[in-house]
């Protein structure tokens, strides 16, 4: 799958288009036809987790363009800003939107979607993945709730740098059994083993990413998939 970049020369589009080269993903969408639009993904919090979706986007195949955002609200008060992006992207029908779990019980975070996304029902769950099937208006569109962490990572906080801690353990036999903060285990342990492992992940088979990366994978393929 490409990705377009809402803010072109925003340091969301300067990160994961540098990464992208860097890695030789070749997930850059060059431009971006409203009627062409599948979906757009929205990122509430910054790196890496701009970097897991662009080498996601290099394992899930296909030439369709998708939008990309990451607004200055995180977590779930990015969720507010959905009106807009429908508003400003008419042949939306489908949003992806990725944000930790941080200290957060799953049920919390899912109370506090339900009162921000007004007019939208559950239509599957599966732990830290939730379907809402919305209406607005007479505007139908999926919201795909991607919620980051792994609990078989034993972090007080959980967020994205649970998968690449996993990810450093499946690959290069790191211990994370010591393992406080994935956060600060990730950016001051290995800051020297990083590009590593992105490599290793970019060249992973698609079964290996889907079980360090379970929630983010389904949920993508989720945003590729026609849903009724």
Same mark, same amino acid.
């Given at each position: 799958?490409?990705?377009?970049?809402?803010?072109?020369?925003?340091?969301?589009?300067?990160?994961?288009?540098?990464?992208?080269?860097?890695?030789?993903?070749?997930?850059?969408?060059?431009?971006?036809?409203?009627?062409?639009?599948?979906?757009?993904?929205?990122?509430?919090?910054?790196?890496?987790?701009?970097?897991?979706?662009?080498?996601?986007?290099?394992?899930?195949?296909?030439?369709?363009?998708?939008?990309?955002?990451?607004? *200055?609200?995180? +977590?779930?008060?990015?969720?507010? @800003? $959905?009106? &807009?992006? /429908? %508003?400003?992207?008419?042949?939306?029908?489908?949003?992806?939107?990725?944000?930790?779990?941080?200290?957060?019980?799953?049920?919390?975070?899912?109370?506090?979607?339900?009162?921000?996304?007004?007019?939208?029902?559950?239509?599957?769950?599966?732990?830290?993945?939730?379907?809402?099937?919305?209406? *607005?208006?007479? +505007?139908?569109?999926?919201?795909? @709730? $991607?919620? &980051?962490? /792994? %609990?078989?990572?034993?972090?007080?906080?959980?967020?994205?740098?649970?998968?690449?801690?996993?990810?450093?353990?499946?690959?290069?036999?790191?211990?994370?059994?010591?393992?406080?903060?994935?956060?600060?285990?990730?950016?001051?342990?290995?800051?020297?083993?990083?590009?590593?492992?992105?490599? *290793?992940?970019?060249?992973?088979?698609?079964?290996?990413?889907?079980?360090?990366?379970?929630?983010?994978?389904?949920?993508?393929?989720?945003?590729?998939?026609?849903?009724?």
């Amino acid at each position: 799958m490409r990705l377009y970049p809402l803010e072109p020369t925003g340091k969301l589009a300067i990160n994961i288009s540098t990464f992208s080269r860097r890695l030789r993903l070749g997930i850059m969408a060059g431009y971006l036809h409203e009627e062409g639009l599948k979906g757009l993904i929205i990122v509430t919090d910054g790196t890496p987790d701009d970097y897991v979706v662009a080498l996601l986007s290099h394992h899930l195949n296909g030439e369709e363009a998708y939008a990309i955002a990451k607004p *200055r609200r995180t +977590r779930l008060e990015a969720l507010h @800003l $959905i009106p &807009n992006y /429908l %508003s400003r992207l008419r042949g939306l029908s489908k949003i992806a939107v990725l944000m930790d779990q941080e200290r957060d019980d799953l049920e919390a975070i899912y109370e506090g979607v339900g009162k921000i996304l007004i007019g939208c029902e559950e239509d599957f769950v599966k732990d830290r993945l939730c379907l809402y099937k919305c209406l *607005r208006g007479k +505007r139908r569109f999926d919201v795909i @709730l $991607i919620i &980051n962490g /792994l %609990s078989d990572v034993m972090s007080e906080r959980h967020t994205i740098e649970d998968h690449l801690l996993q990810a450093a353990n499946r690959f290069l036999d790191v211990d994370i059994s010591d393992v406080v903060d994935s956060k600060d285990f990730w950016w001051n342990r290995l800051r020297n083993i990083h590009d590593e492992v992105y490599n *290793r992940l970019r060249t992973a088979g698609r079964e290996e990413i889907s079980k360090i990366f379970p929630q983010q994978f389904e949920g993508l393929k989720f945003l590729k998939r026609e849903m009724k």
